[in-house]
């Protein structure tokens, strides 16, 4: 559910038209809804309000600081994977007992940051991190909250770019070998091991997947505690899928009630990670229409809007709905939408019937609020695009669009060429 909706053949955002933001912030443009992200946060939470847990806003989806403020605002906590990501979050407030550090590369220097904020856990990925990690923390004379993020083997059934947690793939710890890790940590000084965790991929439309990694987790667990470690957490990661087209995700509702059942006999506090279905439908891309072609049998729509501000639909051949901000015309044509990039993988929609479009007019790209903004780029020194958050009948402009001269930030040419 989102509020995104036509009043009288004008598309809206909650109250606001997007004509109107369109014209006073230009396009491209990213727009969010206050209210859709209150709404998935508290719908994802309240589905698991029959367990001890936490809701840990992977930042890694949006993290612009608005999105974020919105997060700390509802109690959530951030699931970080770098020391930039932890700038962000704690420069929008969040509590560092709701952080969470996952990825498989922490350097010296975000792991020294991460321990001196005091995060609530850092998930860790492999044996040689383990013993980073521990030699790190020796040296500041602190102890880390360790959760050893294992590989369970599952197949999520996703696009494999966003599969995590089959055995081939580089996240985690084979979670056969994931014991002697453990044991190996029970016996470090500087480590406290308050956890397990594991992610198994992204955009899953199924329960099941899930449901399996929480009897591998189960068994980990037991054992693990049978041989004295005491694991008090249990990180299930995110990748909850969300209707991008005719997808039928399982709803927060039912994925929370499967795992409650499961989960709550094992008595441990469970982190959460989700960021798309949290912010993904929450987020469009506006983007006006500038010139037309017929090219052989294909009719090109080129649009202002290219892969260096959505990457999505160029990087996993993603489908996102387009949808006119004005209704009217009723003909349809089968068209690529496409951007001005020097790229033939520069399109946002490929044979796509839409109602037949004019220059100028403005189209928003669906369920773009995740992983668009963030994946954004400068290729073709393209600027990148402004951010609006809508709140009611008003909006904010949560990011200015880029100048050109912002392209140029930190570039120097060096003396022998002046
Ligand atoms: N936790 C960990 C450790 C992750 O690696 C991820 C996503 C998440 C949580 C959040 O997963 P979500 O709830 O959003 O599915 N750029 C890709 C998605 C990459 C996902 C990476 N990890 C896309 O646009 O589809």
Not at 289 to 304: A, E, N, P, R, T
Not at 331 to 342: L, M
Request: aromatic share 8%; with cysteine.
């Amino acid at each position: 559910m989102h509020h995104f909706h036509y009043q009288k053949n004008e598309l809206f955002c909650e109250e606001v038209p997007l004509a109107k933001i369109a014209a006073e912030v230009g396009t491209p443009c990213y727009v969010y809804s206050f209210a859709t992200l209150e709404r998935h946060f508290k719908v994802f939470d309240q589905a698991l309000a029959g367990l001890p847990h936490l809701v840990c806003f992977a930042m890694k989806a949006n993290s612009n600081l608005a999105i974020l403020r919105t997060m700390v605002k509802l109690g959530g906590g951030i699931d970080i994977v770098s020391g930039g990501e932890l700038f962000r979050a704690l420069t929008a407030g969040a509590d560092p007992r709701k952080i969470v550090f996952s990825g498989v590369g922490k350097s010296d220097e975000e792991m020294e940051y991460a321990l001196r904020t005091k995060i609530l856990q850092f998930n860790v990925e492999s044996e040689e991190e383990l013993f980073r990690l521990n030699e790190v923390s020796k040296r500041l004379g602190v102890v880390a909250p360790v959760s050893i993020r294992v590989n369970p083997n599952i197949d999520p059934k996703t696009h494999p770019y966003i599969s995590t947690g089959l055995k081939k793939s580089k996240f985690g710890v084979d979670i056969r070998k994931s014991l002697a890790l453990y044991q190996a940590g029970k016996k470090m000084t500087s480590i406290d091991l308050v956890g397990v965790s594991c992610h198994i991929g992204s955009q899953i439309t199924q329960i099941s997947p899930f449901l399996e990694a929480v009897d591998k987790l189960f068994e980990l667990i037991k054992k693990l505690r049978a041989n004295g470690i005491n694991i008090r957490h249990l990180d299930l990661g995110g990748g909850l899928g969300i209707p991008y087209d005719r997808e039928t995700p399982p709803a927060p509702a039912r994925y929370g009630a499967a795992l409650t059942k499961k989960l709550l006999p094992l008595g441990c506090r469970v982190l959460f990670e989700p960021g798309r279905v949290i912010v993904g439908n929450a987020g469009i891309l506006l983007t006006k229409v500038l010139y037309q072609k017929q090219q052989g049998k294909k009719h090109f729509v080129i649009v202002d809007g290219a892969m260096n501000d959505l990457i999505r639909p160029a990087l996993y051949g993603s489908f996102h709905q387009i949808w006119p901000i004005k209704k009217g015309v009723k003909r349809q044509q089968k068209v690529d939408v496409v951007g001005p990039v020097c790229e033939s993988g520069d399109f946002f929609a490929e044979d796509r019937k839409l109602p037949v479009v004019a220059s100028g007019d403005v189209l928003a790209v669906m369920s773009a609020g995740a992983y668009g903004f963030v994946m954004a780029s400068n290729y073709n020194s393209r600027p990148r695009p402004a951010e609006v958050m809508v709140r009611g009948d008003q909006f904010f402009v949560i990011r200015h669009r880029e100048e050109v001269k912002d392209l140029l930030k930190g570039e120097h040419v060096p003396k022998f060429l002046v």
